[in-house]
């Protein structure tokens, strides 16, 4: 089956740094990518990996190791905004996503 | 943003009932997928397509099914609706030579 496990909840202050790590186990893998959603909202795209190493996207940067089979997502300069749920989700066979359960990041003034 | 709409948005429906949500797209992507999303479990896929007419299952398919008779329309049918059925169901999707699924607004459905 399919696994990716991360933390439930995550609090930071504003202007900090943060990292929501995830670990997967799945039966074919492609890469793994972040996605955001705000509550009530839909999931948004944020990055992607598909081979080892770190992607940075403005403040966002996103990071994979394919011989541990973890990854995070690390967020820098917080801002209130980013008070959201965050999910990783990995890419397998057939192009099907599989997520996981997601982590509430509260950020704090 | 991708032309990806999802009908109705709300709908109470009564256990028993058979219902229906839409996903409709405008991109012309390949691939189309139904997510349910619950407290505690994140998003978990129901069912998928990779085609018109070419659908499989995902990992909580049971009480489900689909169907793809255009590229732009993937059904979700729950064919006797039960409360554990309750949940938010987002529609996704993904060109298949990118990395990343575009989702719908969801819908929210209650079953009583």
């Known amino acids: 089956g399919q696994s990716l496990e991360q933390p439930s909840e995550v609090t930071a202050v504003e202007g900090a740094i943060v990292q929501i790590n995830c670990t997967y186990q799945t039966s074919g893998f492609y890469g793994l990518s972040w996605y955001q959603q705000h509550d009530g909202g839909a999931p948004t795209f944020l990055s992607y990996n598909a081979l080892d190493g770190l992607e940075e996207t403005g403040r966002f940067s996103s990071f994979l190791s394919r011989s541990d089979s973890y990854g995070y997502l690390l967020l820098q300069e917080l801002q209130m905004k980013d008070s959201a749920s965050y999910f990783c989700?990995?890419?397998?066979?057939?192009?099907?996503?599989?997520f996981g359960s997601g982590t509430k990041l509260n950020v704090k003034p | 943003d991708a032309g990806i709409t999802q009908s109705p948005r709300h709908k109470v429906t009564e256990t028993g009932t058979p219902v229906t949500l839409r996903c409709h797209q405008t991109e012309n992507h390949r691939y189309m997928y139904w997510y349910r999303q619950d407290p505690g479990h994140g998003l978990r896929l129901i069912h998928y397509s990779y085609g018109v007419k070419d659908t499989d299952k995902g990992e909580v398919s049971d009480g489900y099914s689909v169907s793809r008779s255009k590229t732009e329309d993937f059904l979700l049918t729950l064919e006797s609706a039960t409360s554990s059925q309750t949940s938010v169901y987002f529609c996704a999707i993904s060109e298949g030579q990118r990395y990343e699924a575009f989702f719908g607004q969801g819908t929210r459905l209650t079953v009583v």
């Open positions: 989700a990995a890419l397998g066979d057939f192009n099907k996503f599989y």
